[in-house]
């Protein structure tokens, strides 16, 4: 089943998908991507649209517009204003409601914050640090000072699918760590720790994205962002008074997806 088939056939019906279509959510994670976004862009538009309470008289406005036109008459007979207002506010109402309908999609798609899925994959990410804490916590307070080299990087960010464009924009940017990632077992990434201004900060790269938007993640000592790029993803982790804004765009500029 291709992914046009797969929408076509969930939006036909998103809250009970037939086993086919699960079957095929299941085996393919891009697919129950779909399938958990469009059940929860469901369930928000329903629950919206049940909280709107209609304006009194509206539903008889609505209920009395005529289902079938009225036999023609012999001779012509133009209705009188009042009957004329009453139709046009007949057709107004109809219109501001498919308005609403509309916009109320439009406004939970492309405005809305990270999907529940989203928001536990920057919780995994956040907790993957705390398996590296003495390394980071020994970067952070300065005991470990040690600079990386070149190839050693080029082999853990190999290994997740990635490379670097170029290193220029590395110079005067200590990398402490690089290493393998298991954040997310099902995704092969990488996991760089740099020196910045205020203790270690953790750049790490996972191919195959889970993730359709930039957000931001933190908890009591943490504070990052997840980035989407290209063919996967970059999350930016650091000591929640650290700027993370010059290291997200020198590597999102300076990595490059070659899975």
């Not at 469009?38 to 609505?62: H, I, K, Y």
């Not at 000592?221 to 997200?248: A, H, T």
């Amino acid at each position: 089943m291709d992914e046009l088939e797969f929408r076509k056939r969930l939006y036909a019906n998103p809250n009970t998908p037939d086993q086919e279509l699960l079957d095929a959510a299941q085996n393919n994670p891009d697919y129950q991507k779909i399938l958990d976004e469009t059940q929860e862009l469901e369930a928000d538009v329903n629950q919206l649209l049940s909280s709107v309470t209609a304006p009194q008289g509206l539903r008889d406005q609505l209920l009395n517009i005529p289902t079938q036109a009225e036999p023609e008459a012999a001779t012509t007979v133009f209705p009188n204003r009042a009957a004329a207002n009453s139709s046009y506010f007949q057709y107004y109402a109809i219109a501001a409601i498919l308005l609403l309908a509309v916009g109320v999609t439009f406004s939970l798609m492309f405005n809305s914050g990270p999907s529940s899925a989203e928001i536990a994959f920057g919780n995994e990410v956040i907790q993957h640090l705390y398996v590296d804490e003495v390394e980071i916590n020994a970067i952070t307070a300065g005991t470990d000072s040690s600079i990386l080299a070149m190839p050693v990087i080029n082999q853990a960010m190999a290994d997740s699918g990635t490379r670097l464009v170029n290193v220029d924009f590395l110079q005067g940017i200590p990398v402490r760590m690089a290493k393998p990632c298991p954040v997310l077992p099902a995704y092969q990434s990488a996991h760089l720790v740099i020196q910045g201004s205020q203790g270690a900060v953790s750049i790490i790269v996972v191919n195959n994205s889970p993730v359709s938007l930039e957000y931001t993640i933190r908890d009591d000592r943490f504070e990052g962002v997840v980035v989407p790029m290209g063919e996967g993803n970059m999350i930016l982790l650091g000591e929640s008074d650290e700027n993370l804004d010059q290291y997200k765009d020198l590597f999102s500029e300076g990595v490059d997806w070659v899975i």
